[in-house]
């Protein structure tokens, strides 16, 4: 497959991700982009992690995913990850009522600052593909999960099929901008530009699964919208996982 991962793009998408979420045109966007889904999806991923008392939230950015988890999950403790301290500190705000059972820490997914066999689930909510190495990223979450531990990601994903790609591309080319657009965050529309071409950093989802397998005993797929996918990834293969990150 060769490494895959944003690689030395991943602070310019950092960086923009910020510049939207500054400006409140995050959330609004990804909504309409999701065809007025995200909460369902959102909800449904995070049901997966329902009985686990430790959850991290990878790449938790603005605190959306992670009140997802709270709502549907109820952990005794969620952590949130993510390399913004400004993200982290807009998920505060927006999770004030439930600070107790939260712990924000800065980090990657390449090299995630928490023990061994410390997490009964993990979930990453559009946010795995922004991840500088994605196979160092599934290893980590291998090693900081329990054996019994499971992990969830809803994300996009680069169809197998050439016609199927070819949708998905020409969808995230258009829609992204257009509804940037249409709920006013006009001067961020242009952020929108180009998406589809982080395509072109992804595996192919046979090749994910694939890698995935390689780390964890079960893996299931689901593919809950067109270019979306949520997958279940259960039981640690902890012989795999080694001890190395970035």
């Not at 939230?57 to 390399?83: C, H, N, Q, T, V």
């Not at 705000?93 to 939260?102: D, E, I, P, T």
């Not at 410390?118 to 054996?147: H, N, P, Q, W």
């Not at 949708?167 to 929108?192: D, E, H, N, S």
């Amino acid at each position: 497959m060769g490494k895959r991962g944003l690689g030395e793009i991943w602070a310019n998408i950092v960086a923009d991700i910020e510049w939207l979420v500054k400006k409140n045109c995050y959330e609004r966007v990804n909504f309409f982009t999701s065809l007025l889904q995200l909460d369902r999806l959102r909800g449904k991923a995070a049901s997966i992690l329902e009985g686990s008392e430790v959850i991290l939230d990878a790449g938790a950015g603005p605190g959306y995913s992670s009140a997802a988890i709270l709502s549907k999950a109820r952990p005794m403790k969620l952590i949130m990850l993510d390399p913004s301290e400004l993200m982290l500190s807009h998920a505060w705000k927006v999770l004030q009522k439930r600070k107790g059972s939260l712990q924000a820490i800065i980090g990657v997914f390449e090299s995630i600052p928490l023990s061994d066999n410390s997490l009964d689930g993990a979930a990453t909510m559009f946010a795995y593909r922004d991840a500088i190495d994605y196979e160092a990223a599934a290893r980590e979450m291998c090693r900081v999960l329990k054996e019994d531990g499971v992990l969830v990601i809803l994300d996009l994903y680069r169809p197998d099929s050439l016609l199927e790609e070819f949708v998905v591309r020409t969808y995230l080319a258009l829609i992204p901008p257009l509804a940037a657009f249409l709920t006013g965050c006009i001067r961020g529309f242009t952020k929108y530009f180009g998406l589809d071409k982080t395509l072109d950093r992804m595996p192919k989802l046979s090749e994910l699964v694939t890698m995935l397998r390689r780390y964890f005993k079960e893996v299931k797929v689901d593919k809950v919208l067109p270019g979306t996918i949520l997958i279940e990834a259960r039981g640690p293969r902890k012989e795999a996982c080694g001890g190395g990150s970035l």
